[in-house]
Structure formats: structure tokens, C-alpha cells
């Protein structure tokens, strides 16, 4: 059973730093490209970042450009998100997702399994 796992989630002040992991399991992680989601409070879910599934590239949503770091460590089976310099509109729950394909896809509806979250909460 294809199963993901988040952690890392947490509290953090504007401005600060988490890392996001993601351990996936009952398939073979090193051939799906990755995505992370997040989904605030009365908001659509919204793609963060993906990675392929070599990690030669990747994608990020305009918001999170420079501050966010996907990366994939396919020896140990780990998705990680490292996000810098937090702002209160990071606020969300997020997930991770594996696509069902090599190649990253910034259309959510290309990726079929879900985790089931680790929630993010920036504020002062």
C-alpha cells in the first residue's frame, strides 16, 4: 500500500526557518516525480514545489521563489521542503504528492497519492 508521511511542521515566528520532510512508502520512490501542496484556511490547495524524480529539476510557485528548497534524497527515500524566511501567508497545512510520472506537473490533478498533511503555522 502506497502510503506518505509528513513531518517537521510546527510554530515559527516571521522570518524564520523549517524543514518539511516527506517518507514515502510501498512504492519505488525513486522513478515518481514530487510535489508539496499546501492548503490554507479557506483557500484552494496550491502547488509549492516539485521535483522529478532524479532531482535534475524542479519548480516553484512565484510566492515561495528564493525563500523554499525542494530536494529529494532517492538513497534514503526523503522529500524535503526547507523553507526560509517564513511569512504568515505560508500558513497552511502541507502535503506531499507523487506524480505518476518521472517529470514534475504543475497540474494537481497528475498526482495520485496524498499525504496526509503536517501543519504550518507562521506568527508573531
Known amino acids: 500500500q502506497e502510503k506518505l508521511v509528513e513531518s517537521g511542521g510546527g510554530l515559527v515566528q516571521p ?5 518539511l520532510s516527506c517518507a514515502p512508502s510501498g512504492f519505488n520512490f525513486d522513478i515518481y516525480a514530487m510535489g508539496w501542496f499546501r492548503r490554507a484556511p479557506g483557500k484552494a490547495s496550491e502547488l509549492v514545489a516539485a521535483i ?3 532531482g535534475d529539476s524542479s519548480y516553484y510557485t512565484d510566492a515561495v521563489k528564493g525563500r523554499f528548497t525542494i530536494s529529494r534524497d532517492n538513497d534514503r527515500d526523503t522529500l524535503n521542503l526547507e523553507m526560509n524566511d517564513l511569512r504568515t501567508e505560508d500558513t497552511a497545512l502541507y502535503s506531499c504528492a507523487k506524480r505518476r510520472g518521472a517529470r514534475f506537473s504543475i497540474a494537481p490533478q497528475s498526482y495520485d497519492n496524498w499525504g496526509q498533511g503536517t501543519q504550518v503555522t507562521v506568527t508573531s
Do not use: A, E, V, Y
Open 15 to 19: 522570518g524564520g526557518s523549517l524543514k
Open 52 to 54: 522529478s524524480s532524479n
